[in-house]
């Protein structure tokens, strides 16, 4: 069965918003980090942003700080990323990802059981 699964992508313009949503049902990840990580078509996978267990540590690359906000419901089991100011570069799937640790981390490896990804297209 899927641990996580994102919703929320779609269209937006340029310095438009999206939200995305990340919900772990089964409460997997209640005291793990869960990040936010994205692909364009042909590179790498990226870090985007993530939040620790609790909700009370956040983490951002350099290409989202200041525009996107992750938070964490736990009541509701879900973990939101807010876009504001799109660009055009974040035209990319993004998948959530739950945390081996209980703070975030940037790197790949320290995440397990990926989604299945939502798609976020930005048009110029």
């Known amino acids: 069965q899927v641990q996580l699964v994102e919703s929320g992508g779609g269209l937006a313009q340029a310095g438009g918003s999206l939200r995305l949503s990340c919900a772990d049902s089964?409460?997997?990840?209640?005291?793990?980090?869960v990040g936010w990580f994205r692909q364009a078509p042909g590179k790498e996978r990226e870090f985007a942003a993530a939040?620790?267990?609790?909700?009370?540590?956040?983490l951002y690359s350099d290409s989202v700080k200041d525009r996107f906000i992750i938070s964490r419901d736990r009541a509701k089991n879900t973990v939101y990323l807010q876009m504001n100011s799109l660009k055009p570069e974040d035209t990319a799937v993004y998948y959530c990802?739950?945390?081996?640790?209980?703070?975030?981390?940037?790197?790949?490896?320290?995440?397990?059981?990926w989604g299945q990804g939502t798609q976020v297209t930005v048009s110029s």
């Open positions: 089964r409460r997997t990840f209640s005291n793990n980090a």
């Open positions: 990802a739950g945390g081996l640790r209980n703070y975030p981390t940037r790197e790949t490896n320290g995440y397990r059981y």
């Open positions: 939040i620790s267990w609790n909700g009370g540590s956040t």
